[in-house]
């Protein structure tokens, strides 16, 4: 790699790591709320279930703006995401969730944050198969110097 792009890469390397941090935090933040749910799922109710929404949403967000992973990977942990919203919305419409319903959840983040994990390590061991130093996903550098 050419001297031009190296501070660039790692600068940026850094603050995807934090990034992807914050948003694993979230998910683990929101987990912890959820696993409380195993405890006494009577205390779940409209308000609880619009506060995981809500927090799921926002979750979304982050993860959309993590530019240091490719489309098809933020997408991968969106899906993940949808699928633990979309339990917690059924649960809701019901006003009842059950403790399956809480380990389904409980698994589709600990998936997610598993994914960011992975996607993250392998953007960081190998950022010329995310993106190059013009931040294009194409292999190949459009500006030349790498």
């Not at 926002?58 to 992973?69: C, E, M, Q, Y």
């Not at 339990?87 to 006003?95: C, F, K, L, P, Q």
Request: hydrophobic residues 45%; proline residues 1%.
């Amino acid at each position: 790699m050419s001297s031009c792009c190296s501070s660039t890469v790692f600068t940026s390397a850094g603050s995807a790591v934090l990034a992807v941090n914050r948003t694993i935090q979230a998910i683990v933040n929101l987990s912890q709320s959820v696993a409380a749910l195993l405890g006494n799922p009577a205390a779940y109710n409209s308000t609880y279930a619009a506060a995981i929404t809500n927090t799921i949403e926002f979750i979304k967000l982050d993860v959309a703006g993590l530019t240091s992973l490719t489309t098809v990977q933020r997408n991968e942990v969106i899906n993940v995401l949808n699928q633990a919203e979309a339990i917690n919305n059924s649960a809701s419409a019901a006003g009842v969730i059950t403790v399956q319903q809480i380990n389904s959840i409980l698994a589709l983040l600990e998936l997610a944050v598993l994914k960011l994990r992975a996607f993250s390590f392998l953007t960081a061991i190998f950022p010329f198969l995310q993106r190059d130093c013009c931040g294009t996903s194409n292999l190949r550098s459009r500006c030349g110097c790498c």
